[in-house]
């Protein structure tokens, strides 16, 4: 069975480490603040200008002045931190995000990701998301294995104009969990109930399956 939104979120906040400063995207990313795993402290920053935000707020938690870079409602980490755009631009230029997570249209299997335009559409626009695959090193993008056509978004090339070139490595769709290595998608985990079979047809990329692929855990 295909991964909702919130267990994407889950998987990938397994990759995150104690001590590390996290920039979530727009979409699924912002949902990994509520799978952070017990025992690590971690710092959410929002391109917006805040530093230390912790999970959605409850209903009577909610300040409408307190919302992340996707103009959501957030609240905040003892410590928090609240500066100008630039700052926090500053910071991700800089190289000290730790970790990105972002959305994508479309990953190509060079690493490639178009993320936010798709001509004739209305689109929210590129956001910092071209800051960030430019100034961050580790980067995981999550996505649909494909549309709603049944389309694969995992690609030989981009056919969307691009928010970076060969900065994407690993990507957590609703059916795997794929790493990109000398120019080729290769599967790492596979979804609960997902046949490697599925994974590999809706690729559209070259997909290199190697041994027994594990099932993901998610609790």
Do not use: W
Not at 17 to 45: A, H, R
Not at 186 to 207: C, F, H, N
């Amino acid at each position: 069975m295909a991964l909702t939104r919130e267990q994407i979120a889950q998987r990938v906040a397994q990759e995150v480490q104690d001590g590390f400063y996290v920039n979530l995207g727009i979409g699924i990313p912002t949902l990994v603040s509520n799978y952070i795993p017990d025992g690590i402290e971690v710092s959410l920053q929002s391109e917006n200008g805040l530093l230390g935000m912790g999970r959605f707020p409850t209903e009577d938690e909610v300040d409408a002045d307190m919302i992340n870079a996707g103009k959501q409602t957030v609240t905040l980490n003892k410590g928090a931190a609240i500066f100008s755009s630039a700052e926090s631009f500053a910071m991700i230029r800089g190289g000290h995000v730790d970790l990105t997570v972002l959305g994508a249209f479309e990953v190509d299997q060079q690493g490639d990701i178009a993320s936010y335009m798709i001509p004739g559409k209305l689109i929210k626009g590129m956001g910092g998301a071209m800051d960030l695959v430019a100034g961050a090193e580790n980067i995981i993008c999550t996505m649909t294995h494909a549309d709603r056509h049944g389309n694969s978004k995992l690609l030989p090339k981009c056919t969307l104009p691009l928010t970076g070139m060969a900065c994407i490595h690993r990507i957590v769709t609703d059916l795997a969990y794929v790493e990109i290595h000398d120019g080729k998608f290769v599967l790492k985990e596979r979804a609960p109930g997902v046949s490697v079979e599925e994974i590999v047809s809706k690729t559209a990329g070259e997909m290199v399956v190697e041994g027994d692929i594990p099932e993901m855990k998610l609790a």
